[in-house]
């Protein structure tokens, strides 16, 4: 949630790399001559003391950079606060508009999210240019995008508009355009997720079906949908916002694991009609398994920590449902866990075996 | 200097916002069709308990074994609305036929609601029916006069407070049902989202399958309920607050709601249809002396 603008954020983002550099030389210099490794004279070190403390002490009064482990821990708080914040304010908007919207009349019902979430873009405005963390910007920029929400909705619910995935895509338009224009990431999650959505309607609705059934009893259009924003970041570089394409990567690779799982238990909502319902299982079973572990060798090989993570995760759990196919119904449950214990000891270390040859040649 | 975020994103605004009332405008600027109803068919709903909005319900007859006597929605309209229909499922020996339709998903289409017309007549004749059958099994099963009594009440009522609402005809082209129902003020073309369905049919003695086909139905109406504007409030207000007084001591936790219709209905809608076939509430009149004609509940019970 911290960052101004765009180059700004970068800013502030190398600023917080430089401090915390700045820490864990000191840190070592420190150990080292502790060990009686290496002790620099004097005037050197108090020169490169001052050198560093008003360094850090510009860059902390400029950008607003944690210059402590205290420090960031508190930041961390302040980030929770602020979403925790923006959530039951949105909610506070949303239930306020709601108890007094049947005594509104007509023009005035739709006037006044509207007028709302105008506010709330120009607050978020004002607050990334006067207060330097972006807390409360991500706080209004997130009010912002729920009023925007409720105009919408508001719209259609007077108009009695037939509803329209449409809406997904104007909701996911904002979240992206507040998180890009501001630097701000959970704007950015809305967006992401707001128009992955849309998509898979979309790709539903091109062929009659009512909207909303694509996003749960299509599992195979969330998996593609998940594929692309997977890749976005390859194409989309992101020099100043570097904390963004994480994201794109855990909430596509997320879409795609979480739909070949689905697949893998309900072969009936697969796209392939004419098939057997449980070789398409089998069949996602095992894809599962093979994507997730491509996400894990990705991801070390690009020193992705996310999709190490994801995939990670979701390896262990397709081995446990395939284990379960196989040998939950007929093999005693202490055999059964130590298998599967083993299996996944083993995995570890080959894993980390992995980890070591990759991590020693270039990215 | 304003960053270009906020130009973007206000101009998002603006233009979303634009778009959305210009289909208002375009769908109210040619009346497909204008219809007065009654609280048989639009009953009163209300959301949350902290909700303020009023809507209308549209209510129609959903009675499936009435469609099918009918049969008007069959293999061909399924078909005709983008269902893929190619697996025989009347060859009784397959017995894996139906799982191709496991997963058909429900399909957008338009729906022709006739209103108090001859489907309504009808359906009204097949329930008298059934209801004289169910009669003539109670007086075989030697039931009191009391209870065939209170039968025929219920039976009475459920005709005069029925939806007379049904739906006899379905298609993807607005302009097409309506050349095929020109009354726009009694047959109503209404957005809907449909669905497939494999049915059969067992001998009841051998329990035996001795049919199987598809059929159609209409789920659900993609605007099934309509918002009742501020300056039409004051005809529904009145039931509102008796609703409010005689639930104001146990406060449940969903908003007071008019009892439903046991009667005479207590208001009657004006709505419009338009280009895009989304409705509006053009007027609401309180029916004098209605709420008189409304039973009280324990009697049906």
Partial sequence: MKGRSRADSTTQQDAQRRVDRIRAFRDELAHLADEDILTLPEDESRRLAVYHDTLVRELSRRFDVDTSDAQKRMSWGMRLASFLGAVALCASVWFFFHSIWGSLTTPVQVGLPIAGTLAALGLTELFARIERSGYLAGLTGLIALACFVLDLVVIGNVFNIAPTENALLAWGALGLILAYGYGLRVPLTAGLLLVMGFAVAKAGTLQGYAWVDPLWRLPEYSLATGLVTFVVPLALRHRALTLFPPMYRLFGGLAVLSATLVLGFWGEGSFFTRLDPDSIEEAYQLAGLFLSGAAIAIGLWRSWTETVNLGGAFFFVFLFVKFFDWWWDWMPKWIFFLIFGLTALASLLLIMALRRRLTGRPA | ?301
Avoid: C
Wanted: no cysteine.
């Fill in chain 2, 1 to 301: 200097m304003i960053r270009i975020g906020l130009i973007a994103a206000v101009l998002l605004v603006a233009v979303v916002n634009a778009i959305a009332l210009f289909g208002v405008m375009r769908n109210r600027g040619l009346t497909d069709a204008r219809i007065v109803l009654t609280e048989r068919e639009l009953a009163v709903w209300r959301g949350e308990r902290e909700d303020t909005a009023l809507y209308l319900e549209l209510e129609w007859q959903r009675r499936s074994d009435w469609n099918a006597r009918r049969d008007w929605f069959g293999e061909e309209k399924l078909r005709e609305l983008g269902f893929d229909v190619s697996v025989d499922v009347t060859d009784l020996d397959d017995e894996d036929a139906p799982r191709a339709y496991a997963r058909r998903l429900d399909r957008r289409a338009l729906a022709v609601f006739e209103h108090d017309g001859p489907a309504w007549d009808d359906w009204r004749e097949e329930q008298t029916r059934l209801h004289e059958e169910q009669l003539d099994d109670m007086r075989r099963r030697e039931r009191g006069d009391d209870e065939i009594e209170r039968s025929e009440r219920s039976h009475r009522r459920m005709l005069a407070s029925a939806s007379r609402l049904l739906a006899v005809d379905v298609g993807l082209d607005g302009g097409e049902l309506r050349r095929l129902y020109p009354d726009g003020s009694t047959h109503l073309i209404v957005p809907v989202v449909a669905s497939l369905h494999v049915e059969s049919e067992y001998d009841r003695d051998r329990g035996e399958l001795i049919e199987r086909w598809l059929e159609g139905s209409i789920t659900r109406l993609r605007v099934p309920y309509l918002h009742v504007p501020h300056q039409h409030r004051d005809a529904l207000e009145h039931l509102i607050e008796e609703a409010q007084r005689a639930e104001a001591a146990t406060r449940p936790p969903y908003p007071a709601m008019p009892s439903s219709l046991e009667g005479e209905p207590r208001y009657r809608v004006a709505v419009s249809w338009g280009r895009r076939f989304e409705p509006w509430i053009t007027s609401i009149e309180r029916i004098e002396g209605a709420e008189a004609a409304q039973s009280p509940p324990e009697e049906v019970r």
